[in-house]
């Protein structure tokens, strides 16, 4: 909704991988919708040199619920964060094909900053929230704090909660990584309620709208 107001490119795609790596904190569980992962989606090639299997093993277990990946997308367009809007050859897979290579970039951070692939580790809650909150804190120092004004500290926070709601619901370790975000942006967790609060809003009244339509 407000993520126009980020003003660099640097900042639009690092708003990304943060949303990115949120909407990967939870560990999968039984029962929820999540993207299906194919062997048309493991990257090979000189690129990520003694990474890629690496990457590719962390994309069967860094996944996604089918929402957050949508609202990933919708940001993403949102704030034109490619700069394809403006390409007069844009295809609508480009987007798909520009986000495919932002995750692989994520998940090759994530990799290089926690030096771990196994399972059993990443599938521990605990572990896996403080393994990406040591990626979004590599992420952070890499464009510098002090390049983010306060008016877009703010909109990447209430984005976030957004993200975290795509599935109707914040859980804790959504709630602890936008808290973590919080603290490096000096912003005070009462933004975070006020955030849900008005998020939870705009969701009602979406589906109120929607409820009406198909009457």
Known sequence: MYLKMLKSKEIKLAFLEIAYLLSVCDVKQDGEE?????ESDSISGSVYGDKVKGVNKLKQV?????????MLRMY??????FGIDNDQNYVRDDYENKIAYLIDDSIKRFLSVNETTNEKILNTQSIRTEFILETIDNIL????????SPEERKVIVFELVGMAYADNEISDAEL????????????DNDFIDESKEIVYQMVKLQRQGLELIEE
């Open 141 to 148: 120092e890499e464009i510098g704090l002090e390049s983010v």
């Open 176 to 187: 602890n990584v936008i808290e973590h975000v919080c603290n490096r942006f000096d912003i």
């Open 76 to 81: 993403a367009e949102e704030m034109d964060a």
């Open 62 to 70: 860094l996944v996604r619920k089918t929402a957050e990946s949508a």
């Open 34 to 38: 999540y993207d299906e992962v194919r």
